[in-house]
């Protein structure tokens, strides 16, 4: 597990490397939110570890920035204990979890575990193309933060080839997953729903996600 240290006291910092990396985390460290943004947009962060008094760009600003640009890498606040309003506006913008210092170490690892599974259990239940998402469990859908309205069928199919993302699926495998063997079908019926996800998906979009590839089927792709 790939974990960033957002921390400008240095013993402080030094000793959170030193110990998570002694329970086997690969850690990197920063000293402000602004150079922490810059190691995660390099990827591969399982968690962030932000501390939210810093210099040049503090942990509740680290966290809106990251949250902009619809990272969902978990974040664990750092926080003094007599900033429960600090708190309560990380939690709102979207932190997953905070430890009040001086905290027990342990309790930090139990609380990286605890919201790396959560994270984990989410995007078992999410499927993603660019900034498309699709929510399985509320079964709803966002493209760049605007709620898509979908009809049943609809979301089954959009699912489906977000399932099988660069795959080209044909009329009949889209026909065999979505519709029982005793329901009768349009012989166009893929077509035009395919022609209803694109005017709400890709209408206005300057990166088009629904591909046909003429003779075959269909894909999404990025």
Excluded: Q, W
Aim: charged fraction near 30%.
């Amino acid at each position: 597990m790939k974990v960033l240290v957002l921390e400008d006291d240095e013993s402080l910092k030094s000793v959170l490397k030193k110990r998570l990396a002694a329970v086997g985390f690969t850690v990197e460290c920063a000293c402000n939110g602004e150079e922490g943004l810059d190691y995660l947009l390099t990827g591969g962060f399982d968690v962030v570890i932000s501390d939210i008094m810093m210099p040049v760009m503090n942990g509740l600003e680290f966290l809106s920035a990251v949250r902009a640009k619809k990272i969902d890498v978990p974040v664990i606040l750092l926080t003094a204990l007599d900033a429960s309003g600090d708190v309560v506006k990380g939690l709102d913008m979207g932190a997953d979890d905070y430890i009040v210092k001086p905290f027990e170490f342990p309790e930090l690892v139990a609380r990286i575990r605890l919201v790396t599974r959560r994270a984990a259990g989410r995007r078992e239940n999410t499927l993603t193309a660019g900034d498309l998402t699709l929510d399985l469990s509320s079964r709803t859908a966002e493209r760049g933060g605007r709620v898509i309205p979908l009809s049943a069928k609809e979301f089954d199919l959009l699912a489906l080839l977000l399932k099988n993302k660069n795959i080209v699926l044909t009329r009949d495998r889209i026909c065999d997953s979505l519709y029982g063997a005793d329901e009768y079908l349009e012989s166009n019926a893929i077509d035009v729903y395919i022609r209803y996800l694109r005017k709400k998906i890709d209408d206005g979009a300057a990166v088009k996600l629904i591909h046909t590839v003429r003779g075959v089927g269909y894909t999404v792709r990025e």
